[in-house]
């Protein structure tokens, strides 16, 4: 059993840091729910895919490079469909060019691929993208997340994927000898869930296999899982192979997205889960004791958090994203600094003004290649869209 240890959240005094400027980097639709990065195009900068919710498509932005990153960013529409949550970047047919694939819930209920131009001068010409639903998915669940990941050894990436609401779990798409034969795909169901927000992969029994560590928000079975891997021999068993499930914790709390990195300098990769409940839940390696901090501000719906050094002192810090409650507005984005590496009662910054009613997934990386880490998140209520803030580190120096 886990055993909880409460902390005191300290709140800034007179040590205020320098405010973080926002930038925009595409407001040109409504709902954006949150962003992933990767390299699309090889210059070594981050690109960035965004579900837009209510307006129903999904935008890809590219970074413009160091000179021109406070603008917004060159970005295209590469698919439209209905209630999109998620969109991730993935090569999926393996031609080198990079694809994404989106989550929808809400009526439609199915995912899609958005196939890239084979092109690199039509990468922002939206004509040139193709999108097609995947069958298998097809209105049989609300669609919320999918992580790449080759979990059979056979055809390239596979693609984990999780719902929420009726028939709610998380499964896997095998991908077939030819990827871009859409009906071909199969999708194997792998355990029951209420609302799974995270998906991360990890290898948390270290057999050399990737493990899907996940959070299920609802449900009597909720909390912090994952799900071991069962060796490729037995993962195309006609049962999936029977991946089992180890309960973490968390099951007394509405557990959203969590970040895996290590917080306490150990060497172990530990686990950081915002919460519904005023609440951020440590996890000091996956088998270790939970420890719960409060969450800033005494904010009741916690959404996002990630583990990263904002003030390059050496230590590591927390930063964390909410829908501020009702009455008198609050930061919704805020910056959790640790004095030392065994510190649990950090000194709470704001990060975002009093804009912005719901953040969403958080993304810590240098932006502005200044050398300090810049936060990326969306917000869809006030309809900020997607949005970098400036760490204001370096230039304080």
């Given at each position: 059993?886990?055993?909880?240890?409460?902390?005191?959240?300290?709140?800034?005094?007179?040590?205020?840091?320098?405010?973080?400027?926002?930038?925009?980097?595409?407001?040109?639709?409504?709902?954006?729910?949150?962003?992933?990065?990767?390299?699309?195009?090889?210059?070594?900068?981050?690109?960035?895919?965004?579900?837009?919710?209510?307006?129903?498509?999904?935008?890809?932005?590219?970074?413009?490079?160091?000179?021109?990153?406070?603008?917004?960013?060159?970005?295209?529409?590469?698919?439209?469909?209905?209630?999109?949550?998620?969109a991730v970047f993935v090569d999926l047919d393996h031609d080198g060019w990079i694809d994404v694939v989106s989550s929808s819930e809400g009526s439609l209920k199915t995912m899609h691929v958005h196939w890239a131009p084979n092109n690199s001068?039509?990468?922002?010409?939206?004509?040139?993208?193709?999108?097609?639903?995947?069958?298998?998915?097809?209105?049989?669940?609300?669609?919320?997340?999918?992580?790449?990941?080759n979990v059979d050894d056979k055809h390239g990436i596979d693609l984990i994927v999780s719902s929420k609401a009726a028939e709610a779990g998380v499964g896997w798409l095998q991908a077939p000898t030819d990827p871009r034969d859409l009906h071909?795909?199969?999708?194997?169901?792998?355990?029951?869930?209420?609302?799974?927000?995270?998906?991360?992969?990890?290898?948390?029994?270290?057999?050399?296999?990737?493990?899907?560590?996940?959070?299920?928000?609802?449900?009597?079975?909720?909390?912090?899982?994952?799900?071991?891997?069962?060796?490729?021999?037995?993962?195309?068993?006609?049962?999936?192979?029977?991946?089992?499930?180890?309960?973490?914790?968390?099951?007394?709390?509405?557990?959203?997205?969590?970040?895996?990195?290590?917080?306490?300098?150990?060497?172990?990769?530990?686990?950081?889960?915002?919460?519904?409940?005023?609440?951020?839940?440590?996890?000091?390696?996956?088998?270790?004791?939970?420890?719960?901090?409060?969450?800033?501000?005494?904010?009741?719906?916690?959404?996002?958090?990630?583990?990263?050094?904002?003030?390059?002192?050496?230590?590591?810090?927390?930063?964390?994203?909410?829908?501020?409650?009702?009455?008198?507005?609050?930061?919704?984005?805020?910056?959790?600094?640790?004095?030392?590496?065994?510190?649990?009662?950090?000194?709470?910054?704001?990060?975002?003004?009093?804009?912005?009613?719901?953040?969403?997934l958080l993304q810590l990386f240098d932006i502005d290649l200044d050398g300090d880490l810049d936060v990326i998140t969306c917000e869809e209520r006030d309809n900020l869209g997607l949005i970098w803030y400036e760490n204001p580190t370096i230039?304080?120096?």
């Amino acid at each position: 059993m886990s055993c909880l240890i409460f902390a005191r959240l300290v709140n800034a005094s007179d040590e205020q840091p320098a405010s973080w400027q926002r930038h925009t980097i595409d407001a040109t639709s409504t709902g954006a729910d949150g962003a992933r990065m990767a390299d699309v195009n090889r210059d070594g900068f981050p690109d960035l895919v965004t579900p837009w919710e209510e307006g129903g498509v999904i935008r890809v932005c590219l970074h413009p490079g160091k000179q021109r990153v406070h603008s917004p960013w060159p970005a295209v529409t590469v698919g439209t469909v209905a209630s999109p949550e998620d969109a991730v970047f993935v090569d999926l047919d393996h031609d080198g060019w990079i694809d994404v694939v989106s989550s929808s819930e809400g009526s439609l209920k199915t995912m899609h691929v958005h196939w890239a131009p084979n092109n690199s001068a039509e990468y922002l010409q939206a004509t040139a993208w193709k999108t097609e639903a995947i069958p298998a998915t097809r209105g049989l669940q609300a669609w919320m997340f999918a992580m790449p990941m080759n979990v059979d050894d056979k055809h390239g990436i596979d693609l984990i994927v999780s719902s929420k609401a009726a028939e709610a779990g998380v499964g896997w798409l095998q991908a077939p000898t030819d990827p871009r034969d859409l009906h071909a795909w199969r999708y194997r169901r792998l355990t029951d869930g209420g609302w799974i927000m995270s998906l991360i992969k990890a290898d948390l029994n270290h057999d050399g296999l990737d493990d899907v560590l996940f959070t299920d928000r609802r449900g009597a079975n909720r909390g912090v899982k994952w799900l071991q891997h069962p060796g490729v021999k037995e993962v195309i068993a006609p049962d999936s192979g029977k991946w089992t499930v180890h309960q973490l914790g968390g099951a007394d709390h509405e557990v959203m997205f969590m970040d895996y990195a290590d917080f306490n300098s150990d060497g172990v990769k530990d686990i950081t889960v915002a919460t519904q409940q005023k609440e951020i839940l440590l996890f000091q390696s996956p088998a270790a004791k939970v420890t719960t901090i409060p969450a800033p501000y005494d904010l009741l719906k916690g959404k996002s958090v990630r583990v990263g050094d904002i003030d390059l002192d050496g230590v590591v810090d927390f930063v964390h994203s909410t829908e501020p409650n009702a009455g008198p507005r609050k930061p919704g984005v805020t910056w959790l600094r640790r004095k030392s590496k065994g510190d649990l009662t950090p000194q709470v910054f704001p990060i975002s003004d009093l804009r912005g009613t719901k953040f969403d997934l958080l993304q810590l990386f240098d932006i502005d290649l200044d050398g300090d880490l810049d936060v990326i998140t969306c917000e869809e209520r006030d309809n900020l869209g997607l949005i970098w803030y400036e760490n204001p580190t370096i230039k304080k120096r």
